[in-house]
Every structure is written in C-alpha cells, then in structure tokens.
C-alpha cells in the first residue's frame, strides 16, 4: 500500500504556454497514458470515493485502485503491474487487492453491488519533471487529454481536461505546499481536488457539475494524540470547502448548492478553529479573520438564493406586487474570480499545512477515548452554557443578539457533530436533533429580518414594497413564538456533554 501525497491545479489559459515551457525543460519525459476505469452501473465505487483502472504506461498494463485518505492531499493507492492478455488488455482481477487496505476497502464497497463495467476512459499525454531541492523529491505533471465515456456510437461523450499535479515522491507535506505555492504565484494556478475519475463519472451520468459535497462523519480511531485530533477536526471540513470550492472556482461555475455546502464547510472549519483555540497553533488562529473575510464576501449572494427559495414563492402566492429586489451590488461578486484569487489559493495553501503531522514534533502517546471526550467536552460546554442562557431569555434578545444566538447554535452543532463519533450515538444524535430543531425557525426568522429591512429600505423610494414589508411584520409573531418554542425544549433536554 502507498499513499499517494499530491495537489492538483487548474491552468488559466492564458498561462498555459508559459507552464508548458517551464515543465518542459532538458529533462523532462513526454509518456502517452491510456486507461479505463470500471465501475458498476449505480456507481459503487465512486459513492465510496473510490476508483479503479487499467493504464497502458508506455506498453505496461497497471492495474490501480485508489481510495480517499485521511486529509485533502492523501489518497490511498496500490498499483499492480499486469501483462496483457494474447497482446490485448489484462482482464480486471480484484483478488490482487486483497492483502492490502485498499482490498478491503473494495469488498466493502462492492458487497452486494452488481458486477463491474467500464465507465469511461482517458487519453493524457504527460509532460513530467522531478525537482530535488532540499532533501524532497516533487514529481511535476502536466497532463493534458481528454475523457470519453458512452456504450455506443451515438452516445459517446467526450470532454477536454488540462491540469498540473505535484506529487510528494520524498520528503514532508511541507515541502509540496512550499512548491506548489510558489508556482501558483508564478501561473495564477487554481486548486482543482477534482481527479479524472470524478470528472469521468459526471460525463458517464450526463451531468454538468461535480456533485455538491457536504458534511460527512468524522470516524475517530481508538486512540489518537491531541494533535491528530486536531488535524483530522480540520482535514474534515476543509475537504468539504475545497470540493465545493473546485466546482465554483471552474469557468462553468457551479449551483446555488455547491455556494451553500461551501459556506458550510467554513462555517465548519471556523468554528472548529474558535472553539479549539487554545490547542491550535497561533498561526492558524491568525488565519481566522481572512476566514471570516472571505466568508462575508459569499454571503449577500447566499442570502439571496435563501430568499428565492423560500420567501420570494410564498410573497408571489400572497400577491405581492414586487416580489425580486433590485440587484445588489455586494451580490454581484464573481465568486470564481474570488475563489480563484491568489490569496484565496494561499489560504487554501495555508489550511493544508495545519492538516499535516508535524515531522519536527515526536509522535505523542494517544489518547483513550475517555481522554479525548474530556480534551473536546470543556471548550463545547463552556459555548453550550452561552447557547443555554440566551435560550432562556430569548423573548429578551434584540435582533442583533438573536443572530448571535444562531450562529453559536450553529458553531455547538458543527463541533459536535465532528466529536459525535466519541459518545454513545443514542446520546449524540439526541443531542444534535435539537440544536438541528432549534436552529430551522432561527434561520427563518433571521431571513425574515434581513428580507425585512431591504424592502424597507427599497420601500423609500418604490411604494410597491410596502407589501412585503408589512406581509413580513405579519409573519414575525409566529415565528418568534416557534423559536422560543424549539430553544425551551432544546435547553430541557440532557446534552451528551453531561
């Protein structure tokens, strides 16, 4: 078993040929590249964030499963030489897997499954160098090819990909960021965690974008130090925001949807980062207010997509003579131009750089689980004691205070829902349904407020939002009333932090 340690980049095309030049020196190596991936029909391994191939590498036959790793840089790979068969290409045999992790990993995602089928395939031509500098090796790819995918002739799909990845062949993660970070200074480079396979799996289901990707489970191992607990409480959420990232930052752009699952993934990250504060480095504290900046800058655009989804239908059923606002200058932000934007690629940088060992520090002694309940339990406590008090006076709280309120309930449920896996699950997904119940009307009411004061404002020059105006004052009793109603009984219940 080998991981796999590498960052992939989309290329502007206005840089490309200036990359070429620059990979392209005395001695890099020019290697056709052919391969079919395999997959069963309802895509198995793809929902298992797996992949398996047969590459032609210059006439040897590779037989690769991959697999995701346990941070954004990290993926589990095990290759398998193959001979052709009667001067063709190797029939798939999974058994060659079973002495490794990644066997394992297949069994579980097939059983059950229906029988493999080719998905789609992939001609690239690679242009690679090696760079030594300073004890590491860095293998540079330039891959340039193209993904078809489609049974017969009339279905056949086929799309165009250019892409530079750098691979950790020696050395520490450090040393593939510090490089990666110089060149996407020196080639405007945008981060792209999309592989081949992802983008082949979308042409193979016809679809446009990557899929959103939104939050998963964080599954502990039974002893892990202070330090992994803290890498693994960021890698979760950073793989989150970079997937969603990839697909806004593409020139295709993305949905609605892929805003939201990114904006989660920083709210997620960010609450990790202040409610963990004093076990995290000062560095990555120091990282907090760009988070928040950045995180500002997508929220006109996501607070407009909440209104289009729910307030503006049920203004258009009232009768409502002006349901859309003007345009919003803070919401006109070309969201791949801000993701794609040098500082925001060295954020991401930055980020990665927390989720990694740290070579210089000795491998601490883990924790038992009992230990590590007791390192995660008091900081969500002390924020669980603030969400408790202004529960109870919620019918107290201004506006302002109340949106506080919500996003506290937020930043427990995110923490919690990543130490979930360390109490009993009973406990937990008690626990997590009610800071779930209690935040549906929060969020409600906090759209209302912000609906509210822009037809206002729009009111003071155009009489038709009057309308909306008094139809939200209406509302507003009633969903008062449900907040107070979900925040009581969430205070009641017992927290699994008891």
């Known amino acids: 078993m080998s991981l796999e340690i590498e960052l992939k980049f989309r290329i502007p095309t206005d840089r490309l040929a200036a990359l070429r030049r620059a990979v392209a020196t ?26 398996l191939r047969l590459r032609c590498e210059g006439g040897q036959w590779v037989q690769t499963l991959k697999a995701e790793g346990a941070n954004p840089m990290q993926r589990l790979e095990h290759n398998v030489l193959r001979d052709a068969a009667d001067g063709g290409r190797p029939t798939l045999d999974l058994s060659l897997h ?63 990909f250019c892409e530079i990845e750098f691979e950790l062949l020696r050395g520490e993660p450090r040393d593939l960021l510090a490089l990666a970070a110089r060149w996407v200074a020196r080639f405007d480079l945008v981060l ?20 959103p990707t939104r939050a998963r489970s ?23 925001l970079l997937a ?64 289009a989804e729910s307030l503006w239908p049920a203004l258009r059923a009232a009768g409502a003579p002006l349901v859309e606002l003007p345009s919003d200058p803070s919401a006109g932000v070309d969201i791949a131009a801000l993701l794609g934007a040098q500082s925001t690629q ?33 900081p969500l406590r002390a924020l669980q004691r603030q969400v408790w008090r202004d529960a109870d006076r919620f019918d107290r709280l201004d506006d302002e205070a109340r949106h506080r309120l919500r996003r506290r309930i937020k930043r427990l449920r995110y923490v919690a829902e990543l130490c979930a896996g360390l109490w009993p699950v009973k406990t ?13 009307p929060l969020g409600e009411f906090n759209d209302l407020v912000v609906a509210q004061a822009c037809y206002l404002g729009l009111a003071q020059s155009d009489p038709r939002a009057w309308f909306a105006v008094g139809w939200l004052s209406a509302r507003r009793p009633a969903l008062e009333a449900d907040c107070a109603l979900m925040l009581a009984r969430l205070a009641g219940r017992r927290s699994m932090l008891d």
């Open 26 to 51: 005395r001695t890099a190596q020019v290697q056709l590249l052919a391969a079919v991936y395999f997959d069963t029909a309802d895509d198995a391994l793809a929902q298992a964030r797996m992949a």
């Open 98 to 160: 079973d002495s490794h992790e990644a066997g394992a990993l297949l069994a579980r995602a097939l059983a059950g499954a229906a029988s493999l089928v080719e998905r789609y395939a992939t001609v690239v031509q690679r242009t690679r160098r090696v760079l030594r500098l300073s004890g590491a090796s860095i293998e540079i790819a330039l891959d340039e090819g193209r993904i078809t995918a489609g049974a017969a002739p009339s279905e056949i799909r086929e799309i165009a």
């Open 192 to 211: 792209d965690l999309r592989s081949k396979s992802e983008r082949g799996q979308m042409l193979a289901q016809g679809q446009t974008f990557s899929a």
């Open 218 to 240: 964080l599954q502990w191992p039974p002893r892990a130090s202070a330090g992994q607990v803290l890498w693994a409480m960021l890698a979760n959420p950073l793989g989150q």
């Open 244 to 307: 969603n990232a990839s697909q806004l930052a593409d020139p295709a752009g993305g949905t609605p949807e892929h805003l939201h699952q990114l904006r989660v993934g920083l709210r997620r990250l960010r609450a990790v980062i202040k409610v963990y504060a004093d076990l995290s480095p000062p560095e990555l504290v120091a990282l907090a207010p760009a988070l928040a900046a950045l995180f500002g800058k997508l929220g006109a655009a996501r607070d407009l997509d909440a209104m």
């Open 346 to 378: 060295r954020l991401w940088l930055d980020l990665l750089g927390f989720c990694q060992p740290d070579p210089d520090l000795p491998d601490a002694v883990g924790l038992k689980r009992r230990e590590l309940r007791r390192l995660l339990a008091e």
């Open 428 to 440: 937990s997904a008690r626990f997590l349904r009610g800071l779930q119940q209690a935040q549906t």
